[in-house]
């Protein structure tokens, strides 16, 4: 939050009565000194803003498409298939006993709101440089936004999953009822990514091109094309170090509630989420102050 202080200027000698015009108060916002912590009721106060921007996101993102929503199905799907024939068929990958195209599709599901939010999220200061040098709101809505925008592609793809795990016979259990923690996981590890490559972005612009890679080696050392019980137990620890590989365990443990589910995986990538969430968050606050003058 922006400090803020009024002032009047009345001349010497003369009371504001001698004046006969009403007095014009001046409000001058001038950045915060050092930590200021988030203010929740400023935020929500904020919230229509948080909800157009997530809109206009969303239509920019299907304007003057010819398939328009329909890319939020042939995305995970056609990469889905390509895994099966790949990795599946041509590597015989397991897949701890699910038919191999729904196991690859309820990893790639979380995976891609990931790497769309994080993308968005990364270059959704400098996007909006001309909404952030201008007027005063809280910073925070603008990586928020970007990473909520992703929901919409994400619950249209879940359906299509839902669908595929019918026809192949898979009813979820009690266990689905978990499937909301790790949606919120997915969005808190996005958004704390986010805010830590938004604010670095304002400074060292390269930071958006590194965001390709990035996203690209960061999938293979996620359990999407192969399962995590693929991984020695002597490396599960450092493997759970990756916030996205407790993601995708929670989404797998969720629709399938397989014994191979490695829930101290889960466990130590969520206590992971939080940290660099809580970092982020810092770290964010305190550059947020700068925006205005480099972006």
Known sequence: MADSEQSVTIPAGISSEQLGTPIVHRTVIRPSRGWVAINLAET???????????????????????????????????????????????AKMPSDGIPYPIFALSGLLPWQLFAYA????????????NLVSKVYFPRLIVPLAAVLSGLVDFAIAFAVLLVMMFYYGIV???????????????????????LWLSALNVR?????????FLSQFWMFVTPIAYPA???????????????????????????????NASLSMIALSSIVVVLAFFGGLAYFRKVEKTFADLV
Not at 118 to 129: M, Y
């Open 44 to 90: 929500w106060a904020y919230r229509e803003l948080l909800y157009f921007l997530t809109w206009r996101d969303i239509k920019v993102r299907y304007k003057q498409t010819a398939l328009g929503v329909l890319w939020a199905v042939l995305q995970p799907v056609l990469t889905m298939a390509a895994f099966t024939v790949f990795f599946g068929r041509l």
């Open 118 to 129: 994080l993308t968005q999220s990364s270059n959704s200061v400098v996007a909006n440089k």
């Open 172 to 194: 979820p259990g009690l266990a689905l009822v978990v499937i909301p923690f790790a949606l919120l996981l997915t969005v808190v590890t996005a958004l704390a990514v986010g």
């Open 204 to 212: 060292y612009r390269d930071v958006q091109y590194t965001i390709p």
């Open 229 to 259: 019980s693929l991984i020695p137990e002597r490396f599960r620890v450092l493997y759970g170090l990756n916030p996205m590989s407790g993601v995708v365990e929670c989404f797998r443990w969720a629709l399938f509630g397989h014994r």
